[in-house]
Nanobody
Framework: VQLQASGGGLVQAGGSLRLSCAAS????????VGWFRQAPGKERGFVAI??????YYADSVKGRFTLSRGNAANTIYLQMGSLKPEDTAIYYC???????????????????WGQGTLVTVSS
C-alpha cells in the first residue's frame, strides 16, 4: 500500500488544521494506522495511533488532536486544534498490518510511510 499525506501548511498559534492520508493499492481496513512527526533537530516521535479500536495519543497532543478514519476505507485524518509553535514539524502517516502494541510508539516498527507534510505554527 502507498500512502499520500496532505493538508499541511502555515497556521497561527491557536488555530486548527486537518491532515489527510490517502492509501492507494489497498485500503486501511486491514491495517493499524497513525501519525508521527519530526521537528527540526529532533527525533521522529509518535503523535496518534489507532490499533484495532483503541486510540493512543502522545501526551503533548492529547485533547487537541484527533485521529479518525474517513467514510471511505482508504483515508485517515488528523484533526489538529489549539496549535502551538512546538507542533511545527513534518507529519507522516503510517500503516502496518501486524505491529504489536508494545512497538506502537517506535517509528522503526512501522512498515508503510507517507512522504510527509509540513505543518508550521507561527507565534
Amino acid at each position: 500500500v502507498q500512502l499520500q499525506a496532505s493538508g499541511g501548511g502555515l497556521v497561527q498559534a491557536g488555530g486548527s488544521l486537518r491532515l489527510s492520508c490517502a492509501a492507494s493499492g489497498g485500503t486501511f481496513s486491514r491495517y493499524h494506522v497513525g501519525w508521527f512527526r519530526q521537528a527540526p533537530g529532533k527525533e521522529r516521535g509518535f503523535v496518534a495511533i489507532r490499533k484495532q479500536n483503541t486510540y493512543y495519543y502522545a501526551d503533548s497532543v492529547k485533547g487537541r488532536f484527533t485521529l479518525s478514519r474517513g467514510n471511505a476505507a482508504n483515508t485517515i485524518y488528523l484533526q489538529m486544534g489549539s496549535l502551538k509553535p512546538e507542533d511545527t514539524a513534518i507529519y507522516y502517516c503510517v500503516a502496518d498490518a501486524g505491529i504489536i502494541t508494545s512497538s506502537l510508539r517506535d517509528p522503526r516498527r512501522w512498515h508503510y510511510w507517507g512522504q510527509g507534510t509540513l505543518v508550521t505554527v507561527s507565534s
